[in-house]
Nanobody, 127 residues
Framework: QVQLVESGGGLVQPGGSLRLSCAAA?????????VGWFRQAPGKEREGVSC???????????YYEESVKGRFTISRDNAQKTVYLQMNNLKPEDTGVYYC????????????????WGQGTQVTVSA
């Protein structure tokens, strides 16, 4: 398993932006691993938001849940061993704990089960 550390959450007004980061802890790597972002709103089940496949010599595949398409962008910086989730035009319904995960299934039209999880970072969108 991979130990993951998320950061970048916080309180933002509707329409604002945040960038979440997911990094592998010292001694671990995200190389050759798909990485996903999930979120869990109060009283709701955890849902997959976005994911990105490992990129070696071809472009990585990216997936976005329908409600975040056009607003969220996932990217990875292999040199920095970090995956980012840029979240723009945030809405109150985006509020929740966001988790990054590694070692799982990521395809262009869906996100599957992942094996390693971070501790989560809180995102609150409120006026």
């Amino acid at each position: 398993q991979v130990q993951l550390v998320e950061s970048g959450g916080g309180l933002v007004q509707p329409g604002g932006s945040l960038r979440l980061s997911c990094a592998a802890a010292s001694g671990f790597t995200l190389d050759y691993k798909s990485v996903g972002w999930f979120r869990q709103a109060p009283g709701k089940e955890r849902e997959g938001v976005s994911c990105i496949t490992a990129s070696d010599y071809t472009d990585a595949i990216k997936y976005y849940e329908e409600s975040v398409k056009g607003r969220f962008t996932i990217s990875r910086d292999n040199a920095q061993k970090t995956v980012y989730l840029q979240m723009n035009n945030l809405k109150p319904e985006d509020t929740g704990v966001y988790y990054c995960a590694a070692d799982g299934l990521c395809v262009s039209d869906g996100i599957g089960v992942f094996g390693s999880w971070g501790q989560g970072t809180q995102v609150t969108v409120s006026a």
